[in-house]
């Protein structure tokens, strides 16, 4: 049973535009949520966080919305770069019982168009 | 700050070897975790170290898989005998603390089994 849900494998948006990636979960205990990138032959690198007592953390371009009674987080990335390119995965985490341990999800292939 | 480190970074054996894989964590790092990324999914946790202790493996495969980290720094991981559905990246990451949120990654040992 999938805890981190990424419903959609892959999204294309013209360079400029805004990216939105979308991120649900099921286990009510994840009180931190974070966003990785991972580029084709490297391990995914740390994006962004957000911890369950916030709504909204931005860093830059990049803008991570929780909803904590839908169970939705989302990262939108403002504007998009074709750098941007790669595989964004969406993680959770309990602080309670779980040691820390991040529950990832498939990941979202983002291509940004010139 | 040097990253995490990984070797080999290829590895292609036939079903029924052992392999074995190597990760050195970013200096100070108490905590080590190994992941499995078969193609298509997100990392899934195999095995977290605290120091050289053993905090959670409960989804290590512990008829075929084993890990350590002799001295708390490096850890090794291997597989013996292998299966075709082995074949997968593994990935290396650590933090400084269970519940620091981040974890680095290295790139990974992406494994063939034939």
Redesign the interface.
């Known amino acids: 049973d999938q805890q981190?849900k990424?419903n959609s494998p892959s999204l294309s948006v013209q360079e400029g535009r805004i990216s939105i990636l979308n991120c649900d979960y099921t286990n009510s205990m994840f009180d931190?949520f974070?966003w990785?990138k991972k580029y084709p032959?490297?391990?995914?690198?740390?994006l962004i966080?957000i911890s369950s007592i916030k709504d909204k953390n931005e860093d830059g371009r990049f803008t991570v919305f929780l909803n904590k009674s839908a169970k939705h987080l989302s990262l939108h990335i403002v504007p998009s770069q074709p750098g941007d390119s790669a595989v964004y995965?969406c993680?959770a985490?309990a602080?309670q019982g779980s040691?820390?341990?991040?529950i990832?999800?498939?990941?979202t292939k983002l291509s940004v168009k010139p | 700050e040097a990253g995490v480190a990984q070797s080999p970074r290829y590895k292609i054996i036939e079903k029924r070897q052992s392999v074995a894989f190597w990760c050195n964590p970013i200096s100070g790092h108490a905590t080590l975790y190994w992941y499995q990324q078969i193609l298509g999914q997100g990392p899934k946790l195999l095995i977290q170290f605290q120091n050289n202790g053993v905090v959670d493996d409960s989804q290590l495969p512990k008829d075929r898989f084993s890990a350590e980290r002799l001295k708390g720094v490096d850890s090794t991981l291997k597989i013996q005998p292998a299966k075709l559905e082995d074949s997968a990246v593994y990935l290396c990451a650590s933090s400084q603390s269970p519940l620091s949120g981040e974890q680095f990654f290295g790139p990974g040992t992406r494994l063939t089994v034939l």
């Open positions: 981190v990424q931190y974070l990785y032959a490297e391990g995914p690198t740390f966080s995965f993680a985490s602080s040691q820390g341990n991040l990832f999800g498939k990941g």
